[in-house]
C-alpha cells in the first residue's frame, strides 16, 4: 500500500503490518476540510484492512500539525453567512475524524518531531500512544485570538488532568516536551534523530499481537474508563474470559 491522498494531503506507506500516515499539505500541515477527509478515509480503510495492524501518524518537520487552516476559515467569511456553515462542516468533520482515530481496532501512535498546536495537539491526544523529539512543543492557542481551543480539550482532557489542560487552555501558551511527558499528553521524548527508528521498532512489535485480542482490549480498556468502578469490573472480566477462550490464546499456553 502506497498511496497518496489528492492533493499530497496524506501518504500513506504500509510495511511489516505498520500503516504510516505521513501529513503533507505544506509545512504546517493544517487540518484542512481536504486533510481532515483524507485521514479519516485513510483511517477508516486501515480500521478494515486486515494487513494493517497499527498505524503512525508523522506528521515531519518543524511542525507535527498547526491545526485548522485559518485561511481556508478567512475565505469562508465571506460567505452570506459569514462561514456558519462551512464551520459546522469543519468542526463535525474533525470531530468524526478524531473519534476515528481514537476508535480505530488497530493501535494508533502519534510521532511528533516539532509543534502541534490546538486542532495538531488534539490529533496527538487523539492517538493511542504519541512519542515525540526532545524539540516538540505543545500548545491550546485559541485564547490568543479572541478564542478558546474547545474541541481540541475534548481529546486532551482525556488523556491529562483537569488542571493541566486549564492551564494550557486559559494560558494560550507554549509548553515543552519535558512538561508534556510529566502531564501524560506524550508516552516519551527523545533526540529527534532517535525517533523513527524508535517508533518503527515499537510499532513492529505492536504489529505482532494477536489482533482480535488487541482491538477487544483497546475498546474495552477505553469503555471501562467511562464507567463507575462495579460496572467497569463486569465488563473488563467478560472481555478478559472471551481472551483466555481464544483458541490461539489457549494454544500459545504452557503445557501440563
Same mark, same amino acid.
Given at each position: 500500500?502506497?498511496?497518496?491522498?489528492?492533493?499530497?494531503?496524506?501518504?500513506?506507506?504500509?510495511?511489516?503490518?505498520?500503516?504510516?500516515?505521513?501529513?503533507?499539505?505544506?509545512?504546517?500541515?493544517?487540518?484542512?476540510?481536504?486533510?481532515?477527509?483524507?485521514?479519516?478515509?485513510?483511517?477508516?480503510?486501515?480500521?478494515?484492512?486486515?494487513?494493517?495492524?497499527?498505524?503512525?501518524?508523522?506528521?515531519?518537520?518543524?511542525?507535527?500539525?498547526?491545526?485548522?487552516?485559518?485561511? #481556508?476559515? @478567512?475565505?469562508?467569511? &465571506?460567505?452570506? !453567512?459569514?462561514?456558519? %456553515?462551512?464551520?459546522?462542516? =469543519?468542526? /463535525?468533520?474533525?470531530?468524526?475524524?478524531?473519534?476515528?482515530?481514537?476508535?480505530?481496532?488497530?493501535?494508533?501512535?502519534?510521532?511528533?518531531?516539532?509543534?502541534?498546536?490546538?486542532?495538531?495537539?488534539?490529533?496527538?491526544?487523539?492517538?493511542?500512544?504519541?512519542?515525540?523529539?526532545?524539540?516538540?512543543?505543545?500548545?491550546?492557542?485559541?485564547?490568543?485570538?479572541?478564542?478558546?481551543?474547545?474541541?481540541?480539550?475534548?481529546?486532551?482532557?482525556?488523556?491529562?488532568?483537569?488542571?493541566?489542560?486549564? #492551564?494550557? @487552555?486559559?494560558?494560550? &501558551?507554549?509548553? !515543552?516536551?519535558?512538561? %508534556?511527558?510529566?502531564?501524560? =499528553?506524550? /508516552?516519551?521524548?527523545?533526540?529527534?534523530?532517535?525517533?523513527?527508528?524508535?517508533?518503527?521498532?515499537?510499532?513492529?512489535?505492536?504489529?505482532?499481537?494477536?489482533?482480535?485480542?488487541?482491538?477487544?482490549?483497546?475498546?474495552?480498556?477505553?469503555?471501562?474508563?467511562?464507567?463507575?468502578?462495579?460496572?467497569?469490573?463486569?465488563?473488563?472480566?467478560?472481555?478478559?474470559?472471551?481472551?483466555?477462550?481464544?483458541?490461539?490464546?489457549?494454544?500459545?499456553?504452557?503445557?501440563?
Amino acid at each position: 500500500m502506497n498511496q497518496m491522498s489528492p492533493p499530497d494531503l496524506v501518504s500513506e506507506s504500509l510495511a511489516d503490518g505498520v500503516l504510516t500516515l505521513t501529513l503533507g499539505g505544506g509545512k504546517a500541515h493544517p487540518l484542512s476540510l481536504g486533510m481532515i477527509a483524507a485521514l479519516h478515509r485513510s483511517i477508516h480503510r486501515a480500521s478494515e484492512d486486515t494487513s494493517v495492524r497499527v498505524v503512525v501518524i508523522h506528521g515531519p518537520g518543524s511542525i507535527f500539525c498547526a491545526g485548522h487552516d485559518l485561511k #481556508e476559515i @478567512a475565505r469562508h467569511r &465571506e460567505d452570506g !453567512d459569514k462561514g456558519r %456553515a462551512y464551520l459546522e462542516q =469543519l468542526f /463535525n468533520s474533525c470531530g468524526a475524524m478524531m473519534k476515528a482515530v481514537t476508535l480505530c481496532p488497530k493501535p494508533t501512535i502519534a510521532a511528533v518531531e516539532g509543534v502541534a498546536t490546538a486542532g495538531g495537539l488534539q490529533l496527538v491526544a487523539a492517538c493511542d500512544l504519541a512519542f515525540a523529539s526532545d524539540a516538540s512543543r505543545y500548545c491550546l492557542p485559541g485564547v490568543n485570538n479572541g478564542g478558546f481551543c474547545t474541541t481540541p480539550a475534548v481529546a486532551v482532557a482525556r488523556v491529562i488532568g483537569r488542571k493541566q489542560v486549564m #492551564e494550557m @487552555a486559559l494560558s494560550g &501558551e507554549m509548553f !515543552d516536551a519535558d512538561w %508534556a511527558r510529566g502531564a501524560g =499528553l506524550i /508516552n516519551r521524548s527523545m533526540p529527534a534523530d532517535e525517533l523513527l527508528p524508535f517508533v518503527n521498532d515499537f510499532a513492529a512489535r505492536l504489529a505482532t499481537r494477536h489482533q482480535p485480542a488487541i482491538a477487544a482490549g483497546k475498546q474495552t480498556l477505553y469503555r471501562q474508563l467511562e464507567m463507575p468502578l462495579e460496572l467497569a469490573y463486569v465488563h473488563a472480566t467478560s472481555v478478559m474470559i472471551d481472551h483466555f477462550m481464544d483458541p490461539e490464546r489457549i494454544e500459545k499456553e504452557p503445557k501440563r
